[in-house]
T-cell receptor, first 114, second 117 residues
């Protein structure tokens, strides 16, 4: 089955700096790669996603890049703000044959210091 | 956008009793619903996948007789934790998806904190 590795497990940045979180996946058939933000005691909230036919996607301060050949994808947050502090999860989903299971990375605790 | 409502948000029950958690897709018909379990400071672990009108598919190591899943309609799935024990205490999260076409996505509920005493 799919295996998703996520690094780093913790990341501390100063307000205004950029934050980068990286993930790798093992199943070349995976074709959907979402990123979720989870605040304490809440469910995951989708912040951006990318599909395998696209190499990069941007939404204001958030961007995701995908390298299908290397099987890795990254989340980039620019101009970080204290409210960006949360746990971020990457995930990968396969095609119909995998029953569309979403496999998560272990998460990154991002702390943005004022 | 797609909204998934999960209830209750918190529940405390006595050991040996059963607890039911509901997951509803409010503004779309979900072909598939997923149930996850999350321990503190850990990632989400898939427990089972359910399609409307059919039996749920459980992940390896998840007891299907203990975690009963019912997906009776395209907008409602329930997870019942039967004969709950303290080790079942966890954060349970559902996700709903309309797995049609190529632009599918997943919407998560807000989670249920289960504490078994």
């Amino acid at each position: 089955g799919e295996n998703v590795e996520q690094h780093p497990s913790t990341l501390s940045v100063q307000e205004g700096d950029s934050a980068v979180i990286k993930c790798t996946y093992s199943d070349s058939a995976s074709n959907y790669f979402p990123w979720y933000k989870q605040e304490l005691g809440k469910g995951p909230q989708l912040i951006i996603d990318i599909r395998s036919n696209v190499g990069e996607k941007k939404d204001q301060r958030i961007a995701v890049t995908l390298n299908k050949t290397a099987k890795h994808f990254s989340l980039h947050i620019t101009e970080t703000q204290p409210e960006d502090s949360a746990v971020y999860f990457c995930a990968a989903s396969g095609p119909r044959g995998s029953n569309y299971k979403l496999t998560f990375g272990k998460g990154t605790l991002l702390t943005v210091n004022p | 956008g797609a909204v998934v409502s999960q209830h209750p948000s918190r529940v405390i029950c006595k050991s040996g009793t059963s607890v039911k958690i509901e997951c509803r897709s409010l503004d779309f018909q979900a072909t598939t619903m997923f149930w996850y379990r999350q321990f503190p400071k850990q990632s989400l672990m898939l427990m089972a996948t359910s399609n409307e009108g059919s039996k749920a598919t459980y992940e390896q190591g998840v007891e299907k007789d203990k975690f009963l899943i019912n997906h009776a309609s395209l907008t409602l799935s329930t997870l019942t934790v039967t004969s709950a024990h303290p080790e079942d205490s966890s954060f349970y999260i559902c996700s709903a998806s309309r797995l049609t076409g190529t632009n599918y996505g997943y919407t998560f509920g807000s989670g249920t904190r289960l504490t078994v005493v």
